[in-house]
């Protein structure tokens, strides 16, 4: 990692701790980590020369076949690093797709991340291509092979992403129209939304009684499921979905917007964290959690905030003290402590489902979402 912001004295170490976790969950064994502080990232290393050294010798000490970086790699910092380095390298973008992959199962979920990969590796193949172009043996005129296979590699790989999104708008339109059924039937929408990993396909499958996949690892969802849930007066769809990561990356987003508008879309969201992770991991994923469900325009008054594994906590001062610490980050949102797992307090969450959804002056329903 390398560590430009000189006011973090504590933030990047829990966000190296997720990169790490995640490293597990993508298959690694975590040899060795190290951080480079420096006002800037070097543009075409990432890393300084001296760190880059000190890593090819770290590496080479312990076998190391994978370098992962927590930054954001630029096509040219990664060529010239796996150039320098001998081994594959990766950044976290890489990384979360890794983990897609291995709970990809459904044709939505494989095309959304092939996206997302073709984003990243467009400017990365186009790169190489006219690497070996301008070094091709062949002295490339303005007619040679040489050029002729660069715009070949590039032109198919457009071609690619043309029809990867153009079948993603096809079922984007498929999905509104869907959408637009269960707005004529007048049934509100809640999302359950989330860090990966907090209990949400749980507390979907304790809600529903159905019992879809959960795991420790992350992403175990990646795709949305809706579930007709009649809850005495009250009845909603109820939606599990993907779960949310640290600095998630715009390209994913993008990639994603089609599960992502399930929440963009929705009545309600209910916002599920895990009160058992440490109090500064847990405001820290509060806060990107928020930030997200703002950059999907999800306003304050659609969010009921959920502290799950109420059971793992040592008591309920504990989860009173992590509470009060999150206050200045969830202010006046709704909020309620359920345990999943053992399926405590979910009637009091869908009480509080319900008053919210009789205070939501406008729903989504009733709002233009088809343009
Ligand atoms: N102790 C305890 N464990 C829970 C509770 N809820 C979920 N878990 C565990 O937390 C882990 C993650 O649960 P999931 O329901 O898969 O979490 P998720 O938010 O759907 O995760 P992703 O789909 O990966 O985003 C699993 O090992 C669950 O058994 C709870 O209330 N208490
Ligand atoms: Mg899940």
Redo the contacts with the bound molecule.
């Keep these: 990692m390398v560590k430009t912001d000189p006011h973090d004295h504590h933030l990047y170490r829990i966000r190296l701790g997720e990169l790490r976790e995640l490293s597990i969950a993508a298959g690694y064994s975590v040899a060795g980590s190290t951080i480079q502080v420096s006002p800037k990232e070097n543009v075409a290393y990432m890393l300084g020369r001296g760190k880059l050294e000190e890593v090819k010798q770290q590496a080479a000490e312990n076998s190391v076949e994978s370098v992962i970086f927590y930054n954001v790699l630029t096509s040219k910092q990664k060529y010239n690093l796996e150039k320098t380095l001998g081994l594959e390298v990766l950044d976290r973008y890489d990384l979360t797709l890794k983990i897609f992959e291995i709970?990809s199962s459904d044709r939505l979920s494989k095309l959304q991340i092939r996206l997302a990969r073709l984003l990243k590796e467009i400017p990365y193949r186009k790169l190489l291509a006219s690497i070996r172009f301008k070094t091709g043996r062949e002295h490339p005129g303005p007619r040679s092979l040489g050029e002729y296979a660069y715009h070949e590699t590039v032109a198919s790989l457009l071609k690619r992403r043309s029809m990867i999104q153009a079948e993603i708008e096809k079922r984007r339109l498929e999905k509104l129209s869907q959408l637009k059924r269960r707005r004529e039937m007048g049934v509100p929408t809640v999302c359950?939304t989330?860090?990966?990993?907090?209990?949400?396909?749980?507390?979907?499958?304790?809600l529903t009684n159905l019992s879809?996949?959960?795991?420790?690892?992350?992403?175990?969802?990646?795709t949305s499921k809706y579930y007709l849930l009649p809850h005495r007066k009250l009845e909603v769809f109820l939606v599990?979905?993907?779960?949310?990561v640290l600095d998630l990356d715009p390209r994913l987003i993008a990639s994603f917007s089609l599960t992502l508008d399930d929440i963009r879309l929705s009545d309600l969201v209910i916002l599920?964290v895990?009160v058992?992770d440490p109090s500064d991991l847990l405001l820290l994923r509060i806060k990107t959690c928020l930030d997200i469900l703002k950059s999907l325009s999800v306003e304050d008054r659609r969010i009921l905030v959920v502290f799950?594994?109420?059971?793992?906590a040592a008591g309920s001062e504990e989860v009173k003290l992590k509470i009060d610490r999150a206050y200045p980050i969830i202010h006046n949102l709704p909020y309620c402590l359920?345990?999943?797992?053992?399926r405590?307090g979910l009637d009091e969450l869908m009480n509080q489902v319900a008053s919210l959804l009789d205070n939501i002056a406008e729903p989504v329903l009733q709002r233009n979402i088809f343009n």
């Design positions: 709970s359950i989330g860090y990966y990993n907090a209990g949400k396909t749980t507390l979907f499958n304790a879809k996949p959960v795991s420790p690892r992350p992403f175990t969802t990646l599990d979905t993907i779960g949310f599920t895990d058992s799950n594994k109420c059971d793992l359920v345990s999943a797992r053992l405590k």
